[in-house]
């Protein structure tokens, strides 16, 4: 019932009272007569008003009743209707579950399942070089290499997906298409890795294992455009790019620690002619020769590095450690027991590869029976400050029953280097690999809004000798491979987390004789100026 309704009720029954005091009042008044018959009338007048209140009452509860049922009808309905909006928002929930997910970290467009067991992204990296080589005219002219090459080179072009696969492997496929002169793509990168064990990741696949400490900051995140020549020389011979591997790392707070069992790279053709170990970023020469048998056996290594950081903490970081590699097993390029039937030729570009710019310094074919490679590395941060540098000995061990050589050779190099986050933010250290990485990139370009990247210089000496007994009296001992100094200044702007521009200057002094029996000086000194495109995602 509404108040609507109570109103007129109440009225009703109001007027119905007054008028009965009213007729019994005038009754007192009047003479017997007409008191008698107003009397006899009232209680008719009387009856009638309230059969008709009784009626308004009765059809007034009708509407009520009407109303309730209605209400009832209404709170139904709606119940059922919150019922089936459960039940499809449940059936909903429950099928959007089983259905992948796309996010994007970075840019990346990287797929997940609804279980995150398995994920996949398209990975790649671009890096476009250009530079330019400042040669003076010299008389007598006797150098080995009087026009160096300027230009344009894409020094690397990684196309490639990674991912997670039943939660505890991890996995990574990439390709190189790398170079200016036509050259095919090359595997660099098939590896799986598990992860099942808490500071322990166990490799297996072709890869570039993470021996030396400049060599595991990847080629995103190095100071420079090109690593020191020493370290491009020892992970070339034992752990490059595309080398086949399988090994574990292990690492915590203050610690990290590999070893790894390695062989050939990939791109190694056994087949169809000799192979001849280069140190120029793991590549491998093919040579023509007619004495190829078809024979040619992987050449076997291991390698192990440990460090561990004395210091770490939100400001400092003082990192030590050290390498040691054996390649027991040099790569059997020829007949067994033939003359370079085990042969090494250690060479190395003067730390730039503009224009495909190829090796200078470079050993000659060694008969080789096994090749040690030692040293050390330090490393510190210091907030916006940071310091590297390291030192390696490699020792070949000749296989003297097939040479007029009675001496092993050995060979050296070292470098220094530092940097100064301009911006101030820090560069960070990845203990999985035991290096640093790239500084953040906290304030991505955004001119509108006052951000223009972080920025970085950084500074380099390395000196890299691969001669050996350059005065032997018997000439055979000798290997004159040449020696090479550089100086490199940098600048790094990095646009975004995904963009870098880089670019650097160096003075290159390089000393090589023209061969083990004439000592015409055929290297150089110059300087250069080159720079990079980095995109990588």
Do not use: C
């Amino acid at each position: 019932m509404n108040l609507k309704t109570v109103l007129l009720a109440g009225t009703v029954l109001g007027v119905a009272f007054a008028a009965a005091g009213a007729s019994a009042a005038e009754t007192k008044k009047s003479n017997a007569a007409s008191a008698t018959a107003a009397a006899a009338a009232t209680p008719l007048a009387t009856q009638a008003q309230i059969d008709a209140l009784n009626k308004q009452i009765q059809a007034l509860q009708a509407q009520l009743q009407a109303i309730s049922a209605q209400t009832d009808a209404a709170n139904k309905a709606a119940a059922e209707s919150k019922a089936a909006a459960e039940k499809a928002a449940t059936s909903a929930t429950a099928a959007t579950a089983n259905l992948p997910s796309i996010t994007f970290p970075n840019g990346v467009p990287t797929f997940t399942s609804a279980d995150k067991a398995f994920s996949f992204q398209p990975v790649g990296r671009i890096h476009l070089d250009y530079g330019y080589n400042f040669q003076d005219a010299k008389n007598p002219d006797n150098r080995a290499n009087k026009d160096i090459t300027d230009g344009f080179n894409f020094r690397r072009a990684y196309l490639g997906f990674a991912g997670k696969a039943f939660n505890d492997f991890t996995y990574n496929v990439t390709a190189d298409f790398p170079g200016r002169f036509n050259q095919s793509g090359r595997l660099q990168t098939a590896q799986l890795t598990y992860t099942g064990y808490k500071g322990w990741l166990i490799d297996v696949g072709a890869m570039q294992p993470a021996f030396t400490f400049e060599d595991s900051i990847s080629s995103n995140d190095i100071g420079l455009l090109e690593r020191p020549g020493i370290n491009n020389v020892v992970t070339g011979l034992i752990a490059s790019e595309g080398r086949l591997s399988a090994g574990v790392r292990t690492f915590g707070d203050n610690y990290f620690a590999d070893v790894y069992l390695t062989g050939a790279s990939v791109n190694t053709s056994p087949f169809g002619s000799t192979t001849v170990l280069t140190s120029t970023g793991g590549a491998t020469a093919s040579v023509t020769s007619s004495a190829v048998t078809g024979v040619a056996d992987d050449q076997k290594a291991a390698f192990a590095r440990a460090a561990f950081r004395p210091i770490n903490d939100e400001h400092t970081i003082v990192h030590i450690g050290a390498d040691v590699g054996y390649m027991y097993a040099p790569p059997q390029t020829n007949g067994v027991n033939a003359a370079g039937s085990h042969v090494l030729a250690l060479s190395e570009r003067p730390e730039n590869r503009y224009g495909g710019l190829g090796s200078i310094l470079n050993t000659g074919n060694i008969n080789a029976d096994s090749v040690a490679i030692y040293g050390g590395e330090l490393a510190a941060r210091y907030d916006s400050f940071w310091a590297q540098g390291e030192g390696y000995q490699i020792d070949v061990k000749r296989r003297k029953d097939l040479s007029a050589a009675t001496n092993d050779p050995s060979f050296f190099g070292y470098y220094a280097e530092a940097g100064w986050v301009l911006t101030g933010q820090k560069r960070n250290y990845v203990a999985n690999q035991g290096a640093f990485s790239s500084p953040t990139v906290d304030k991505p370009l955004n001119p509108g809004a006052g951000q223009w990247g972080t920025w970085e210089a950084v500074a380099r000496y390395s000196f890299l000798n691969l001669n050996s007994d350059t005065w032997a009296t018997n000439t055979a001992n000798r290997v004159r491979g040449g020696q090479q100094e550089v100086w490199t200044l940098g600048l790094n702007w990095y646009m975004t987390s995904n963009v870098r521009f880089m670019l650097d200057y160096q003075f290159i002094d390089l000393k090589k004789y023209s061969s083990a029996t004439n000592n015409t000086q055929v290297g150089d000194n110059w300087q250069s100026l080159g720079g990079r495109v980095q995109f990588t995602f």
